[in-house]
């Protein structure tokens, strides 16, 4: 359906009881905008609706969803309703739930859907749903950096991007995955820009004070998370670790605490944790290094010393690498939040040289 047509492009929005409310009522009340509420600010004659966006659950009947925000879908899977949009919006999941077995029915719709010409949208968790549909295997796609583990684990088919807030898993642009979050707001953006007009996307953008994310998720991702394994010898040494990552021969210092050969826990640490044994103190370092940009105005070069580099411009590559930012970048983005905390007159600029100057030469 053309999005300049008087019903507007149909957007199907999905809810189940994981949804999160934020994210479901944000999207409908965003895409609802879409052609009207610019002009009714500016003066201008009212416009059509661009976008019709309609809930769909697995019934009819009103339920709870995340955090118990009511939701009445006004359609439902057995309806198989047809639609130009489908989106799979946010959902509260752990780290480690990949619905198994859950919402058959709505998966097969969903396959149809696309079968049958929709363009098929996820954002965060939802796109969990999106890789249980199995439409993912074998192409790439996105969601919070932190279902990175579950992607490898349970849906080693699906070439799991943790960086970028948008993936295109095929050439045509019919299946498209977001990252975590807030970043439906991506998402929105996107499909009103594709579906109506980058011009109207802007003008929604300007409405609702939406930021693209153009730095990806890089910035936001923790570098250390823990991993539900059965290895002993492996925790005891994450546990060391944490403690002595400073230490300028950390890793040899945790084979000798590990009592191993070096090759035999090198690789019972990657089959445990996913990652190497020389990342895994890597990222604890830029982990710290961090924290210290975002509460402290230290000078980078100390910050990398203290961390246990006795480079910094070794340090300073690697925090770009692994944050997508260079320090001064990352310390103008995320100081402000630790700030908002103070009361406004502690609060110092005197980081502002500092940062200035860490940008002119990274």
Known sequence: MDGSSPAGTEALIVAVPETAGSALYGMVDVLSATGRIWRELVGEPPGAQLIRPRIVGLSRTPFLCGNGIPVAPELCVDDDPLADIVILPEMWLAPDDPLQGRYPDLLDWVRRRYRTGSTVYSACSGTVLLAATGLLDGREATSHWGYQDLFRTCFPAVRFRPAPNLVFADPAGRIVSAGGTTSWHDLALHIIARHCSPGEALRIAKVYLLKWHGEGQ???????????????????????????????HAVSGAVAQAGLPERSLKRRFRAATGTSLMTYVQNLRMEEAKRQLEESETAFEEIAAEVGYENPAFARRLFRRTTGLTPGQYRKMFRPVAQAAEPLESVSFAGEASTKAEDGVA
């Not at 890089?218 to 230490?247: G, I, M, N, T």
Request: net charge positive.
């Open 218 to 248: 890089l910035p936001y991702a923790s570098l250390v998370r823990a991993q539900p394994h059965a290895d002993s010898a492996v925790r005891a040494v994450e546990q060391w670790l944490k403690q002595y990552f400073r230490d300028a």
